[in-house]
């Protein structure tokens, strides 16, 4: 009878030990290990995105960095106001025309109506415009060269609106017009 109550208590500890260390424990390691698979599952996409962003770098490398200037001014990244109105100004006092009363509106989808469907369209465009307004004067072959000019340019721009108004006449009988004109750019969000 001795034994069996020795082997009883025994018993009773080991179930003990077992329930109230061994089983925590070893619930313990399984969670870290599945964590430490997740971490390695997680450090191997890494290496492969590493390797992946190093192709692609390698990629871009291999561009005629002129060519990136282009494709950059042609659709930046980022709105600068001040560059784009010096080259359409450097633009227009190329042909006698320099410009004047700039006015730069905000950006479209900020100015659109604030329905519903325009809130959800304008924030899925990948881009967003700008409106700029300026006055110039000039004879009318000088502004249609000003305006093929700007047309070929690297930028990107829509004419939104034109208003010529007849302002005076040179010594000469050409008549000089005034010109008002709105343009709109582009740039990637």
Do not use: C
């Not at 109105?85 to 025309?97: E, F, P, Q, V």
């Not at 006449?169 to 004109?181: L, M």
């Amino acid at each position: 009878m001795g034994r069996t109550i020795v082997s009883l208590i025994l018993f009773v500890a080991a179930g003990g030990v077992f329930f109230l260390y061994t089983q925590p424990t070893y619930d313990g390691v399984k969670e870290t290990s599945a964590q430490v698979a997740q971490y390695d599952e997680a450090l191997s996409k890494a290496t492969e995105l590493q390797s992946i962003k190093q192709s692609l770098l390698s990629k871009y490398n291999t561009f005629n960095p002129s060519d990136i200037d282009r494709l950059t001014k042609l659709l930046p990244d980022h709105v600068d106001n001040v560059r784009l109105i010096l080259d359409i100004d450097s633009l227009a006092t190329r042909h006698g025309m320099p410009i004047q009363n700039v006015v730069v509106s905000g950006a479209t989808s900020a100015q659109g109506d604030p329905t519903a469907i325009g809130s959800v369209s304008a924030s899925k465009q990948k881009y967003d415009s700008l409106t700029i307004k300026f006055s110039t004067q000039g004879s009318y072959q000088t502004f249609t060269q000003f305006m093929s000019d700007l047309e070929t340019s690297l930028r990107i721009v829509d004419l939104v609106s034109l208003t010529i108004s007849r302002t005076a006449i040179t010594t000469t009988g050409d008549p000089i017009y005034s010109y008002d004109v709105t343009l709109r750019t582009y740039w990637l969000k």
